[in-house]
Antibody, heavy 128, light 110 residues
């Protein structure tokens, strides 16, 4: 059974960089069939996609966060990571990592464009 | 980025059916099959319930169904049960290879 586990500091100071790691077990992060993504949820609010990465290092980011986000992958450790720079209180959220199938698109229709496994999430608070 | 509109809340009694809508535009929801639905009970991670508008992953009860009409995708839950009380989110995979989520709908089982 595939499992994803987020880890990292639960408290980050304003203007600093938030760093989280997602460890994948029960499956290989190097599979050509999947992308790996980060999604966040501010307390009491909805979900926001941050970005996704392929095992080769190819990335896609939310345009609203792109200037501050870096997602990387370490296939030797079966992990992928998130860095979010210049954080403010607005970045306080539960951060989830998730697996998504590699989208297969043809004629506008896409197959596999969804998140099928999620980590339990980790709360990151931005505060001095 | 595309915006997806969901009602903030819906409610129903046990055994009834409820439908949650997710409205986009003719350029996204209306044109393609790229909509998925997630269930999030309080304090837990989201769970995939429907993908590609109307497909159900294995293990999801057939009480959950998805459909689309025009620019609106819908999630219908029939035979409502107390355990269905949760927040529900629709998601769209955009033509820019990004994802956008709807604002979420809180389902209350009366």
């Amino acid at each position: 059974q595939l499992q994803l586990q987020e880890s990292g500091p639960g408290l980050v100071k304003p203007s600093e960089t938030l760093s989280l790691t997602c460890t994948v077990s029960g499956g290989s992060i190097s599979s050509s069939s999947y992308y790996w993504g980060w999604i966040r949820q501010p307390p009491g609010k909805g979900l926001e996609w941050i970005g996704s990465i392929y095992y080769s290092g190819s990335t896609y980011y939310n345009p609203s966060l792109k200037s501050r986000v870096t997602i990387s992958v370490d296939t030797s450790k079966n992990q992928f990571s998130l860095k979010l720079s210049s954080v403010t209180a607005a970045d306080t959220a539960v951060y989830y990592c998730a697996r998504q199938l590699r989208p297969n698109c043809s004629g506008g229709s896409c197959y596999g464009a969804y998140f099928d496994y999620w980590g339990q999430g980790t709360l990151v608070t931005v505060s001095s | 980025q595309s915006a997806l509109t969901q009602p903030p809340s819906v409610s129903g009694s046990p055994g009834q059916s409820v439908t949650i809508s997710c409205t986009g535009t003719s350029s996204d929801v209306g044109s393609y099959n790229r909509v998925s639905w997630y269930q999030q009970p309080p304090g837990t991670a989201p769970k995939l319930m429907i993908y590609e508008v109307s497909n159900r992953p294995s293990g999801v009860p057939d009480r959950f169904s998805g459909s689309k009409s025009g620019n609106t995708a819908s999630l219908t839950i029939s035979g409502l049960q107390a355990e269905d009380e949760a927040d529900y989110y629709c998601s769209l995979y955009t033509s820019s290879s990004t994802y956008v989520f709807g604002g979420g709908t809180k389902l209350t089982v009366l």
